[in-house]
Every structure is written in C-alpha cells, then in structure tokens.
T-cell receptor, first 114, second 112 residues
C-alpha cells in the first residue's frame, strides 16, 4: 500500500482565498483524522470520521473550516476564506483499529497564507 | 481537560549515550498512551501504545514504560538515525470520542 496520500504537499495562497486540502486514506481503514501542526500549538486534532461519518469536529477552529468524506477513499478539508493565522502543516491520518489506535499519518500539506 | 507535558524540550546525546524522555499526563480515565516519532518534513510515525500502568513495550533501541502519571521512552545506545522529534499522546476512555491529546514533543539529536 502507498500509505496515506495528501495533496498538495505545499500550498501558498493569499488571504481571503479558498483552500482545499485532499487526503486518500489507506484502503480498509475505517477512521480518518485531520490534524494541524504549528510551532505554537503543536499537533491538534481538528476532526475525525468513522466509516465516512464525521464523529467529532470539536477541534475545528471556526466556521471557516469544513471537512467532508464523500467515500471511503477520499476526504477534503476546506478553508474559506483563508487567513494568515491558518498557516500550518495539515496532516491526514487513518486507522484500522477501533478507537483510532496506531494511526498512519500522511506526509502533510504545508499551507502558507499571505 | 486532558494535559500532556513532555520533557526535556530538546536533548542532545552522543552516539551510545543512553537516556530517557518523559511524558507526564493528566487525563480522565486513560484509555491509551501513544508514542510517535516525527522526522523533519514528515508525518508522525507510530511507535507504541501502552494501556495500563506497569506495561512495557520495546522496539530495537527503544523501550516505553507507563505509570499512572507518566510514561518514559528509554533510548539505549542511540545512533544518529534515532535523531527525530518524539511525540507522546493520551486518549481518554470516557465519552466515546477518541480524540488524542498530544504533547509538544522532545527533539532528540544524536551526534556521531
């Protein structure tokens, strides 16, 4: 398996623009997680899905952020409108075991909002 | 609120010089404690899950232990390739939601 795939790897955009990050989880994994990592706050969970259904989105910072998982092999994290404080590395992870044990992380998308 | 504190923030070792990383936690009903390794520019890589006090797990030069208040990651005779940031995370066993809380990590550099 190729592991968790994320695209793009780098994104530079201007404030106010819409940003869409994409993730393909490992085949057969029932859980999908979106994280954000910054120097100031470390690694934070934004939202996670089980069998394509959002289970907990309490980590989503505000309404500008939204996430979808239309099928078992694809998820998106959208920021609209983007702001400079959204600059971070966004990771997608997937897991097979119940409860999210042993998560497999993707390479991340480095987002810079100017 | 679940809290995870890792120490030290940074650690420099000479090759072969054994040491330990600490992860102190406060959580309502620990379901699991996780250790990850993160290399620069990459996503975290899973190392261990510990579920109960007294549990120990080993992988090559790494050994993770767990008590009711903290976990240690012992590194025996480290090599330069062990250089990375090591992240600790805890997961509460209540509420049915499996949101992990991560520590800020310990940046380890092993000099040849």
């Amino acid at each position: 398996d190729a592991g968790v795939i994320q695209s793009p790897r780098h994104e530079v955009t201007e404030m106010g623009q819409e940003v869409t990050l994409r993730c393909k989880p490992i085949s057969g994994h029932d859980y999908l997680f979106w994280y954000r990592q910054t120097m100031m706050r470390g690694l934070e969970l934004l939202i996670y899905f089980n069998n394509n259904v959002p289970i907990d989105d309490s980590g989503m910072p505000e309404d500008r952020f939204s996430a979808k998982m239309p099928n078992a092999s694809f998820s998106t994290l959208k920021i609209q409108p983007s702001e400079p404080r959204d600059s971070a590395v966004y990771f997608c992870a997937s897991s097979f075991l119940q409860g999210g044990d042993e998560q497999y992380f993707g390479p991340g998308t480095r987002l810079t909002v100017t | 609120e679940d809290q995870v504190t890792q120490s030290p923030e940074a650690l420099r070792l000479q090759e072969g010089e054994s040491s330990s990383l600490n992860c102190s936690y406060t959580v309502s009903g620990l379901r699991g404690l996780f250790w990850y390794r993160q290399d620069p520019g990459k996503g975290p890589e899973f190392l261990f899950t510990l579920y109960s006090a007294g549990e120990e797990k080993e992988k090559e030069r790494l050994k993770a232990t767990l008590t009711k208040k903290e976990s240690f990651l012992h590194i025996t005779a480290p090599k330069p390739e062990d250089s990375a940031t090591y992240l600790c995370a805890v997961q509460a066993g209540t509420g049915g939601s499996y949101i992990p809380t991560f520590g800020r990590g310990t940046s380890l550099i092993v000099h040849p």
